[in-house]
């Protein structure tokens, strides 16, 4: 029985998780704006405990701020907050595809060309979050095939604090199937182990990822975009 409560918490837990983050992402939820929990301990069913344990992971992968005495509001998302996680990780993931293009395997090569087949095929039915999480499998692959465990902790925990940034990128309109053509570039470089081309592709990529987002974002202040920015098929993964 205490099995099934648990499982039932962790559950319910994820469900409230999908639930903001699709709000926040959608701009059903604006920021600054707060989010209510007893709202959700009604459309829920459930004690406040599981919801503040939402808050605290959502709080770490930047989609909500908790304020003292006033609860959990939405973050706001800056041009400064953008710039900066798509230099640094431009310069960590650039460093950890060089070190894998020595690295990788063939059987590894073969898996890494299988889940771009996947991810090409979720681009095509739009399933962001399907997306989202077998694009991680991909990253995965070659930041561990760099071997450089501080490098791959550091990366990592980069990538949980702006989880909300990469998730946002990736459901900018044609963003999807241009990551999977840029993992086609990349997998080329990493069949060569040219580790240079593989970390200059990365570090393009990574850079013009930060500049489509800040489009996206314009856009949706009702600012002015650059749309050649978006339709063209540039080098964003």
Same mark, same amino acid.
């Given at each position: 029985m205490k099995t099934k409560q648990i499982e039932r918490h962790q559950t319910l837990r994820e469900k409230i998780l999908e639930t903001i983050r699709e709000a926040i992402l959608k %701009? /059903?939820?604006?920021? %600054? *704006?707060? @989010?209510?929990?007893?709202? =959700? $301990?009604? +459309?829920?069913g459930i004690s406040r405990t599981p919801i503040r344990e939402a808050f605290r992971q959502l709080e770490s992968e930047g989609y909500l701020t908790v304020v003292p005495r006033k609860g959990a509001v939405v973050a706001a998302l800056s041009e400064r907050d953008v710039q900066e996680f !798509? *230099? @640094?990780?431009?310069?960590? *993931? %650039? !460093? $950890?595809?060089? =070190?894998? $293009? &020595?690295?990788?395997? /063939? &059987?590894e090569l073969a898996k890494l060309e299988t889940i771009n087949n996947r991810l090409k095929q979720l681009a095509n039915d739009g399933d962001v979050k399907s997306f989202y999480k077998t #694009?991680?499998?991909? #990253?995965?692959?070659?930041? &561990?095939?760099? /071997?450089?465990?501080?490098? !791959?902790? =550091?990366?990592? +925990?980069?990538g949980m604090k702006f989880s909300r940034m990469r998730m946002a990128s990736l459901s900018v309109d044609g963003r999807m199937a241009i990551s999977v053509s840029e993992h086609d570039k990349l997998l080329d470089a990493f069949r060569n182990h040219d580790g240079k081309t593989a970390e200059a592709l990365v570090k393009k990529t990574a850079a013009i990822g930060g500049h489509v987002l800040l489009e996206s974002m314009a856009h949706s202040q009702g600012q002015p975009t650059s749309q050649a920015l978006l339709s063209k098929n540039m080098d964003v993964y």
């Open positions: %701009g /059903d939820l604006k920021p %600054g *704006e707060k @989010v209510a929990e007893p709202e =959700l $301990a009604e +459309q829920f !798509y *230099e @640094v990780k431009s310069i960590l *993931e %650039g !460093y $950890a595809a060089e =070190l894998a $293009a &020595k690295n990788l395997s /063939d &059987k #694009h991680n499998e991909f #990253h995965e692959m070659f930041l &561990k095939a760099a /071997d450089n465990s501080k490098l !791959y902790e =550091l990366i990592k +925990q980069l």
